[in-house]
């Protein structure tokens, strides 16, 4: 079975100040794919970034970046340098071959970003 | 605009009513996707779409019924729904399955 856990279910951070938000998968396929999205409360999804199982190098898109620990199957979302803007749902997801490639998301983190 | 428009943005129906959603994108995309976002629960997957035709429904109430007339469109009609059925109802395209998905706004349905 596919499985995403965000254990954290609302995150502050100080403006200009960097966060983690935790995400752990569980699967036992080895070809899987691994993806952030942030919901602002306009309700639209935004892909943020991707983690291919295979990758040996972690993820990063500007301000982003993925802990890739495979042998702990966490992929945490890194945010540098937070803005006001940051503030929004962020779900990280999972894709697995064994299951059509399918995305699964786990139950989201809120973010609020204070200044 | 991310590519992948949804209309209407917001949607209040009687339990009675019959209405559709529509869900369009220009991205030349292959696959396209309908998802359930409700309060307090993880996004879940309803159907799926490769090149117009239905690969997967998550054991979805037949009063959802989904259309996928050409790559560039899907509807998901609407009928007798239930109160637990208010949600934002997401859609998302990708070039193939398993590649990755752009959403879009999504509609927010409200069942009264």
């Known amino acids: 079975a596919q499985k995403i856990t965000q254990t954290q279910p609302g995150m502050f951070v100080q403006e200009k100040e960097a966060v983690t938000l935790d995400c752990t998968y569980d699967?036992?396929?080895?070809?899987?794919?691994l993806f952030w999205y942030k919901q602002p409360s306009s309700g639209e999804m935004i892909f943020l970034i991707y983690?291919?199982?295979?990758?040996?190098q972690n993820a990063t898109e500007g301000r982003y970046s993925l802990n890739f620990q495979k042998a702990r199957k966490s992929a945490n979302l890194v945010i540098s340098a937070s803005q006001l803007g940051d503030s929004a749902m962020y779900f990280c997801a999972m894709s697995q071959r064994e299951y059509g490639n399918k995305l699964v998301f786990g139950a989201g983190t809120i973010l609020r970003v204070k200044s | 605009e991310t590519g992948v428009t949804q209309t209407p943005r917001h949607l209040v129906m009687g339990m009675t009513n019959k209405k559709s959603l529509k869900c369009e994108q220009h991205?030349?995309?292959?696959?396209m996707y309908w998802y359930k976002q409700s309060a307090k629960k993880p996004l879940e997957l309803m159907f799926v779409?490769?090149?117009?035709?239905?690969?997967e429904n998550n054991s979805v109430p037949s009063r959802f019924s989904p259309e996928c007339p050409n790559s560039s469109h899907l509807f998901l009609h609407l009928h007798t729904l239930q109160p637990e059925d208010s949600a934002l109802y997401l859609c998302?395209?990708?070039?193939?399955?398993?590649?990755?998905?752009?959403f879009g706004s999504g509609t927010r349905l409200t069942v009264v």
């Open positions: 991205l030349g995309h292959n696959a």
């Open positions: 983690q291919g199982s295979y990758d040996q």
């Open positions: 779409y490769s090149l117009e035709e239905r690969v």
């Open positions: 699967t036992s396929d080895p070809s899987y794919g």
């Open positions: 998302a395209s990708s070039q193939a399955l398993g590649a990755g998905y752009t």
